[in-house]
């Protein structure tokens, strides 16, 4: 059975404390593997897409990485603004996303 | 982005009641699809669609039904409200299934007492 799971739940950071939040997943006939962020009352917004392992992008103070089993999404020298829940969703051989739970992240000045 | 919409953004109701959402894009993209998304569980799909009067279910599907007669529109029906149906539901559109990133809609928040 596919299954997604981020960690951690929520995380508090310090501006400028940099971190990872953590997507694992067993997904058959993976198809790529989306990160969204999500705002409060707002629809998720998406970021980056990764196909392969050992594959890496970036945008601004984020960068998204690839392995078979794991994704990370590493935040460097975070803002405020950075605040969100990020999503996690690899998509299945039959092209469905497949959500994760979501991390929660604070960011305080 | 696409430009998806969805109507209403917000709705009351009671059980039993019919209630249809709707979701609009504009980016004649083939696929749509309609999520659900409630504290302690990841969106999960309830119906998708790839293409007119082509629909099929997700994860989720009981007590729901859609169409989508045009391109740029899909309709979620909810045949006869209930509690467990409250929930924020999402609309996303997606061009083709290979690589294509899926876009989501602002979200309608439905509370059913």
């Known amino acids: 059975e596919d299954q997604v799971t981020q960690s951690p739940e929520a995380l508090r950071l310090q501006e400028g404390e940099s971190s990872s939040l953590n997507c694992s997943y067993t997904v058959s006939g993976l198809r790529g593997l989306f990160w969204y962020r999500q705002d409060p009352g707002k629809g998720p917004e998406f970021l980056f897409t990764l196909y392969s392992a050992g594959e890496e992008k970036e945008k601004e103070r984020l960068k998204a990485t690839l392995t078979k089993k794991e994704s990370f999404l590493h935040i460097t020298a975070p803002k405020p603004e950075d605040s969100a829940t990020y999503l996690c969703a690899p998509r299945d051989q039959g092209g469905k996303l497949i959500f994760g739970q979501g991390t929660e992240l604070s960011v305080k000045p | 982005d696409a430009g998806i919409t969805q109507s209403p953004r917000h709705k009351v109701t009671e059980t039993g009641t019919p209630v249809t959402l709707r979701c609009h894009q504009t980016?004649?993209?083939?696929?749509m699809y309609w999520y659900r998304q409630d504290p302690g569980h990841g969106l999960r799909l309830i119906h998708y669609?790839?293409?007119?009067?082509?629909?099929d279910k997700g994860e989720v599907s009981d007590g729901y039904s859609v169409s989508r007669s045009k391109t740029e529109d899909f309709l979620l029906t909810l045949e006869s409200a209930t509690s467990s149906q409250t929930s924020v539901y999402f609309c996303a559109s997606q061009q083709g299934l290979g690589t294509d990133t899926q876009y989501f809609g602002p979200g309608t928040r439905l509370t059913v007492l």
């Open positions: 980016e004649n993209h083939r696929y």
């Open positions: 669609s790839y293409g007119v009067k082509d629909t």
